[in-house]
Each structure stands twice: as structure tokens, then as C-alpha cells.
């Protein structure tokens, strides 16, 4: 029984319809079925490699495509299409953009899975999250990417990244203020 002044506890599947009538077995294991389902779905997107996969790879694809619509003009690429039916011009079209926005998707993802990796391991060994979780992260994401082009270009990348890091983490974390109150 609950104490008094507060609501009773009710396990969902089980609470009472809105009709009085008690719900049957078959209705109680599909809510359950669809509670799990909804568990299952929520952890998946809490994941890093959810995050990097949609962030990177599907951010990347996005990106990709809305350029590739802008092929038709560009001179320099447009004089492949002369002298195609539009038939083989979409397919030409497609199979490029799909070409395209894989290439881009898997660039994008790696440095989304290289972020999003760090900044899992940094907030489990700091067992904080917090915004300086995202700036560690974006420093050593940007000194991985431009470790190649040298020391200069590894101590620029660090900062530009951490410092784009904080600037979206911090947008994210800002809570608007309540029109309400």
C-alpha cells in the first residue's frame, strides 16, 4: 500500500483502463513487450557507437548529398552528362551521389567515432560529466586529425577543436530560462 498523500505506485502493463475494466494477459504482455522495446531503443541511442554512427556517418551522407545537387551546375562537371538521355543522366547522377555521400559519411564517422570514443573514455576515467569532458576530447581529437601536417598544425587542430567542442557542448548544457515563472 502507498503512504498517504502520494500517488500509488502502479508496474506499467498492469494499471487499470480507463473504463474500469481489468486489462486481459495479452494486453499486459504487450506493454511490457513495448516497455522493453522502448528500454532497449533508448539505451542504443545513449551508446557512443549510436552517437558517432548517426553524428558522423548520416551528418556526413546529409552533407554530401546536398552538394551533390548542385552538380548540374557546375560547368566543369556538367559536360559528363552531354549527349545522355535523362534516363542515364539520373542514373549516372545517383550512382555518383551514392559514391559520394559514402565517402564523406565514412570521413565524417571516423572523427565522430574518434570524438565520441574519447569523450567516453575521459568521462568514465574522470567519472564526472561535465563540460571540460568535451573540451579534453576535442583537444585530443584535434591533434589526432592534423598529426600528420606536423607539430603546428596538431597544436592548432587541438585548440580549434576543443574550442568548438565547448562552444556546442555549452549551447547544448544552456538551459533557457522559464517564461512562466
Known sequence: M?????APYIV?????????????????QA????????????????????????????LGAFISM???AMVFEDPYRASQYAGLTGMQ???????DLGKQMYRSG???????ALYAGTECIIEGYRARNDL??????????GAVLGRNSGMKAMVFGAAGFAAFSAAIDSYMRWDTPDEDA
Open 31 to 58: 506493454a511490457l513487450y513495448q516497455l522493453k522495446q522502448m528500454r532497449i531503443i533508448a539505451a542504443g541511442m545513449e551508446s557512443p557507437v549510436a552517437k558517432a554512427t548517426m553524428s558522423g556517418f548520416g
Open 132 to 141: 571540460w569532458n568535451s573540451v579534453y576530447a576535442g583537444a585530443f581529437s
Open 89 to 95: 543522366k539520373n542514373k549516372l547522377f545517383f550512382k
Open 106 to 112: 565514412a570521413g565524417f564517422g571516423k572523427v565522430g
Open 66 to 68: 546536398m552538394n551533390s
Open 12 to 28: 506499467p502493463g498492469y494499471e487499470p483502463s480507463p473504463d474500469g475494466v481489468p486489462k486481459s494477459d495479452e494486453e499486459k
Open 2 to 6: 502507498s503512504p498517504p498523500n502520494t
